[in-house]
C-alpha cells in the first residue's frame, strides 16, 4: 500500500451523531467528540493533476472549512490495482474509518463486496450513479461528474480556437465520467462549427502517460492543432502538445493543468468535490448513511471554469465560453450528448 498521511481537521457536529463506529461521529465516555475518520483510496498520485488530485483537494477544503481537532483523514494513492484497492478499503473498514472513500469507477465491484460486511461504516463511490440500493445495501453514496457541461465549455472553445479545422482527442477508457466529458466536448464542438474534424483515440488505460503522448502525437502528426483528453494519463498528452511550442492548443479537465504547460493550456474545467462532500456530510449528520447519488455540476459550482489569463488568445474564446456556461446553467444549452 502506499504511504498514508494523515491530515487532522473536520467537523464537530457529528458529535450529535450515534454509532458505533460508523457512519457517525462518536463520544467518548467524558463527553468530549471524538475525531470523524475518514479514508480515501485513490487510483494515482494526490498531485496527478487530475482525478486524484481533484479529490484530495476537496478534503483539503473541507478540512480548512471545519477547523482543527474534529476530523482525521487518510488517503492511499496509487492504487491502480483493484485489489490492491480492495484490501485498503476493507482494512479501513475494519480499523473503525467513519467513512470510506472509494475514489475509482474501477473500485464499484470491492465497494459491493465489501460495504455489506459493514453496516455502520458510510462508503462513498465516485464517479458512478450506483449505490446500490437495489442490492439491499444501504450504506454506500455515490457521486458524479456532470463532466459533460464543462466539456461542451471546451468544445465550444476547441471549435473556435482551431486553425486546422481539425481537433484532437486523448481517451482513457469509454467508461464514467471521462465517456460523459468526452461526448459533451464533441457535441460542443459540433453544435459551434459542424466543419471541424474530430479525432478520437482511446488508450485503454486511465494512467499509461506512454500511450497518451503517443496519442497525442499521432493527432498531432494528423493536423490536430487542439487537443483534449482526461485522466491521470494526461501529463505525456501534455508534454506532447507543449513540445509543438505553440502551434498546438491543449483544454483541461479535472484539475488545473496550467502550471504543465502555461503556454498553451487555455482553461480548465475543475472538478470541486467539496459540494457533493459536504451534502454527504450533512446527510450522515442526519443519520442517513447512504442510498443517494450526488452530482457536480455548472449550476451547483462543483464543476467551474477556471482560464488561464496569461494564454494569448483568451480574448477569442472567454466570452464565448462564460456564455455557454450560463446558457448550459439556465438551461438554454442543452449540454447533454446525443440521445440523453
Not at 496519442?215 to 494526461?234: C, S
Request: aromatic share 8%; glycine share 10%; net charge negative.
Amino acid at each position: 500500500m502506499s504511504k498514508t498521511v494523515k491530515l487532522f481537521t473536520l467537523i464537530a457536529v457529528f458529535a450529535l451523531l450515534l454509532g458505533a463506529c460508523g457512519g457517525a461521529g462518536n463520544q467518548s465516555s467524558s463527553g468530549e467528540v471524538e475525531k470523524f475518520r475518514v479514508a480515501v483510496i485513490m487510483p494515482s498520485s494526490r498531485t496527478d493533476l487530475a482525478f486524484s488530485q481533484s479529490i484530495y483537494d476537496a478534503l483539503v477544503k473541507i478540512q480548512a472549512e471545519r477547523g482543527a481537532d474534529r476530523f482525521e483523514f487518510v488517503y492511499s494513492e496509487n492504487m491502480f490495482q483493484v485489489d490492491d484497492a480492495a484490501a485498503a478499503i476493507r482494512d479501513y473498514a475494519a480499523q473503525g474509518y467513519n467513512m470510506v472513500i472509494a475514489h475509482g469507477s474501477q473500485y464499484g465491484t470491492s465497494v459491493q463486496e465489501i460495504a455489506p460486511d459493514f453496516p455502520n461504516t458510510v462508503f462513498a463511490h465516485g464517479t458512478t450513479n450506483r449505490t446500490f440500493v437495489d442490492d439491499g445495501i444501504t450504506n454506500v453514496y455515490a457521486y458524479e461528474a456532470a463532466s459533460n457541461e464543462g466539456g461542451y465549455v471546451n468544445g465550444v472553445m476547441a471549435a473556435k480556437l482551431t486553425q486546422s479545422k481539425i481537433v484532437g482527442i486523448v481517451g482513457p477508457i469509454d467508461v464514467g465520467d471521462a465517456k460523459l466529458y468526452i461526448e459533451g466536448f464533441e457535441k460542443g464542438v459540433r453544435d459551434t462549427d459542424p466543419s471541424v474534424q474530430i479525432l478520437k483515440v482511446f488508450t485503454g488505460s486511465f494512467g499509461d502517460v506512454a500511450l497518451a503522448r503517443e496519442a497525442a502525437n499521432a493527432h498531432i502528426a494528423a493536423g490536430a492543432d487542439v487537443l483534449i483528453g482526461t485522466g491521470q494519463m494526461v501529463v505525456g498528452a501534455i508534454a506532447a502538445v507543449e513540445e509543438q511550442g505553440g502551434k498546438v492548443l491543449w483544454i483541461g479537465t479535472q484539475a488545473s493543468q496550467t502550471n504543465l504547460a502555461p503556454n498553451v493550456v487555455v482553461a480548465n474545467q475543475i472538478y470541486d468535490w467539496s459540494v457533493v462532500l459536504r451534502e454527504i456530510l450533512q446527510k450522515v449528520e442526519n443519520g442517513q448513511l447512504g442510498g443517494e447519488a450526488l452530482v457536480i455540476t455548472l449550476a451547483n459550482k462543483g464543476l467551474y471554469m477556471e482560464y488561464n489569463e496569461g494564454f494569448a488568445r483568451l480574448d477569442e474564446v472567454k466570452a464565448a465560453a462564460e456564455a455557454t456556461v450560463q446558457g448550459i446553467v439556465n438551461g438554454s444549452i442543452n449540454a447533454l450528448p446525443s440521445g440523453q
